[in-house]
């Protein structure tokens, strides 16, 4: 069973950056796709980004495209969501999400439908 902590949500202010990072146990973690989601508070949980096995592919939310990057370390069973130039629209909770095989085969580009989750961490993002 895959167990995801994330870690790194705090309160920043508009502009600043901010880097959240998920540790996974369990599994295979260099064949996991795995994700990020947020759900903002009295919203839907929404896609922000996902990086498939060996990072070969990056997905992004068009509303944090250029501002967001996912990056993953296989030899850490880590993944990391470096976060710059935030506003006040990315205060969330930030979900760390993990497909591993064979779910993973048949995952789909933005979509949130990821078989394990982490608990969430927030990020709080003054103006």
């Known amino acids: 069973q895959v167990q995801l902590v994330e870690s790194g949500g705090r309160l920043v202010q508009a502009g600043d950056s901010l880097r959240l990072s998920c540790l996974a146990s369990?599994?295979?973690?260099?064949?996991?796709?795995l994700g990020w989601i947020r759900q903002a508070p009295g919203k839907e949980r929404e896609f922000v980004a996902a990086?498939?096995?060996?990072?070969?592919?990056?997905y992004y939310a068009d509303s944090v495209k250029g501002r967001f990057t996912i990056s993953r370390d296989d030899a850490k069973n880590a993944m990391y969501l470096q976060m710059n130039s935030l506003n006040p629209e990315d205060t969330a909770v930030y979900y760390c999400?993990?497909?591993?095989?064979?779910?993973?085969?048949?995952?789909?580009?933005?979509?949130?439908?990821?078989?394990?989750w982490g608990q969430g961490t927030l990020v709080t993002v003054s103006s």
């Open positions: 999400a993990a497909d591993p095989p064979p779910r993973s085969y048949y995952y789909s580009p933005l979509s949130i439908d990821f078989g394990s």
């Open positions: 369990g599994g295979i973690f260099s064949e996991f796709v």
């Open positions: 990086i498939t096995k060996s990072g070969s592919y990056q």
